[in-house]
């Protein structure tokens, strides 16, 4: 993990799929118990102009478990909601704090902060990608299916619902892992093509594959984890009403669980509207691995922070 110090995290293709594998293993071994960082002293700044219960709160525990600290630099209580430019704000911070978690709307806002911070940003959510989401997913994936990283190879994640951010960094990682990923969605609400596109070339160099299908069983069929996340994501409250029109038929229900593997089991990255995106059937019966999943969020970057910022 040495090759991550000091860098980036903006989308999930960052990272090679080695280093994917090894932050997933760091990951699993925090949560042992079995090894022990410091980052005293450090500390991370946290920029979230959007609303946050699971990433804000597990960086914060996150550092504070490896003896460093956060600070909320939350838009409204910066100048930045008075209109800082990023580039000055990403000069300034970058003096005070050694890494920057940011989560925003456009990707080239976060980019923006990238060029200009001289310390280490993460992604902890844009409209395009939500990769800190998918370490703690495939982490998740990896504890069901036993054994470390290299045994997720030729799993399949189907994914159901709108082709969003967490969609996007699912395909994205799943394909740095060799897992199948299948996407099912309406017709209209598939994933970005650029990223659909690349996740398929690093699915053919790995020997897997990404797929998109408009039919929920087709997705679904004999897959080993079944994910789904909100219609309307932040950003598009305005959407609500047309999206739960075009989405019906989609919910991820017992009925769809039951074409899965025998094995399978449920992730969604919560906030969930049971009703909606996924029955309250599915989300709290014996398949459901939801909170592990809530709760590896914590690890996951627990183990991020290690590589990005080095233990000295
Ligand atoms: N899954 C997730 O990112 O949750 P929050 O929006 O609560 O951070
Ligand atoms: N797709 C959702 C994820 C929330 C964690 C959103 O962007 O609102």
């Known amino acids: 993990l040495a090759p ?6 903006l989308s999930s293709a960052d990272l090679t799929s080695a280093q994917t594998a090894a932050l997933l293993e760091l990951a699993s071994r925090l949560k042992q118990g ?3 960082f410091d980052l005293g002293g450090k500390v991370l700044g946290l920029i979230f102009s959007k609303a946050s219960t ?9 550092m504070a478990r490896l003896g460093g600290q956060t600070i909320d630099l939350n838009p409204q209580v910066t100048q930045v909601g008075r209109g800082e430019p990023v580039a000055d704000t990403a000069r300034v911070l970058s003096r005070y704090v050694d890494a920057l978690a940011i989560r925003t709307f456009g990707q080239d806002e976060l980019d923006d902060y990238a060029h200009w911070a001289t310390v280490p940003v993460i992604n902890a959510l844009t409209d395009l990608e939500h990769p800190c989401q998918a370490l703690a997913d495939y982490l998740t994936l990896q504890e069901a299916f036993g054994g470390g990283p290299d045994d997720l190879a030729g799993l399949t994640l189907s994914y159901v619902g709108d082709g969003n951010n967490v ?20 017709v209209g609400f598939e994933p970005d093509a650029g990223v659909l596109e690349r996740s398929q070339a690093i699915a053919a160099e790995r020997g897997c594959g990404v797929e998109v299908h408009h039919e929920p069983v087709a997705a ?10 909100v219609w ?23 009925e769809l669980i039951a074409e899965a593997d025998s094995r ?19 989300m709290e019966g014996s398949a459901s691995r939801i909170f592990d999943q809530a709760e590896n969020r914590l690890h996951a970057q627990q183990a991020l922070l290690v590589a990005l910022l080095g233990t000295g």
């Not at 991550?4 to 995290?9: F, Q, S, T, V």
């Not at 969609?167 to 309406?186: D, E, F, Q, Y």
């Not at 399978?264 to 599915?282: F, N, Q, T």
Request: charged content about 20%; some cysteine.
């Open 167 to 186: 969609a996007h960094s699912l395909m994205l990682c799943g394909a740095l892992l060799g897992v199948n990923v299948r996407i099912g969605c309406p």
């Open 264 to 282: 399978a089991i449920v992730l969604h990255c919560l906030p969930a509207y049971r009703g909606k995106e996924i029955s309250a059937g599915a």
């Open 34 to 36: 079995d090894q022990r």
């Open 4 to 9: 991550l110090c000091g860098r980036d995290l």
């Open 220 to 229: 679904v069929r004999g897959a080993h984890a079944l994910y789904t996340d």
């Open 54 to 62: 699971r990433t804000r709160t597990s960086f914060t525990v996150a």
């Open 232 to 254: 309307a994501s932040m950003g598009q409250e305005d959407e609500k009403d047309s999206r739960d029109a075009a989405f019906a038929g989609w919910c991820l229900n017992e």
